[in-house]
T-cell receptor
Framework: GQQVMQIPQYQHVQEGEDFTTYCNSSTTLSNIQWYKQRPGGHPVFLIQLVKSGEVKKQKRLTFQFGEAKKNSSLHITATQTTDVGTYFCAGNSGGSNYKLTFGKGTLLTVNP | DTAVSQTPKYLVTQMGNDKSIKCEQNLGHDTMYWYKQDSKKFLKIMFSYNNKELIINETVPNRFSPKSPDKAHLNLHINSLELGDSAVYFC???????????????FGDGTRLSIL
């Protein structure tokens, strides 16, 4: 079945440093979503990418979808303590349009 | 107003018991989901219903049985609980399929199930 791999598993940064998490799928994706889960909280939707090579920005967050639609990345510029949490990518291969396969997530911790 | 609400928030019970978790959404969404998040934070889809019809049924032991009495509710009943069932169970909902593919999923706060 479809697999979505995400690296790194953990990332610890000093406040103000940049952070990137990468997501790779074993199959071509029709779209990919990103979620953030604060410690003790629930996943919260951040963004969806649909088009090949798409780049979207949300303030300090930049999301990219690869040209082959098999990989994606989330980059945070100048991290803040409020960025702490686990970031998940979730892909859909189009077989069942309702099913998202989640990566294992990257836990980001930020040292103030 | 809470968009996706689950009850109970915490559930501590003995091995072998039967328990239910309830989920309700007031977003008017057509599709609802159950996910299991283990201790390593891995989120895995279990079931999904669209307009009360089961559309996703992953490889889940048949001790787990979902029920959707209407579009706004999706409950999960678990028989003969085992130690390995300890996890956080999240309910989520989304609109029906859109032209651009999946719709964003809105998650509840989770039910933390601990088996003694």
């Amino acid at each position: 079945g479809q697999q979505v791999m995400q690296i790194p598993q953990y990332q610890h940064v000093q406040e103000g440093e940049d952070f990137t998490t990468y997501c790779n799928s074993s199959t071509t994706l029709s779209n990919i979503q990103w979620y953030k889960q604060r410690p003790g909280g629930h996943p919260v939707f951040l963004i969806q990418l649909v088009k090949s090579g798409e780049v979207k920005k949300q303030k300090r967050l930049t999301f990219q979808f690869g040209e082959a639609k098999k990989n994606s990345s989330l980059h945070i510029t100048a991290t803040q303590t409020t960025d702490v949490g686990t970031y998940f990518c979730a892909g859909n291969s189009g077989g069942s349009n309702y099913k998202l396969t989640f990566g294992k997530g990257t836990l980001l911790t930020v040292n103030p | 107003d809470t968009a996706v609400s689950q009850t109970p928030k915490y559930l501590v019970t003995q091995m072998g018991n039967d328990k239910s978790i309830k989920c309700e959404q007031n977003l008017g969404h057509d599709t609802m989901y159950w996910y299991k998040q283990d201790s390593k934070k891995f989120l895995k889809i279990m079931f999904s219903y669209n307009n009360k019809e089961l559309i996703i049924n992953e490889t889940v032991p048949n001790r787990f049985s979902p029920k959707s009495p209407d579009k706004a509710h999706l409950n999960l009943h678990i028989n003969s609980l085992e130690l390995g069932d300890s996890a956080v169970y999240f309910c989520a909902s989304s609109r029906g399929q859109g032209a651009k593919g999946n719709q964003p999923q809105h998650f509840g706060d989770g039910t933390r199930l601990s088996i003694l």
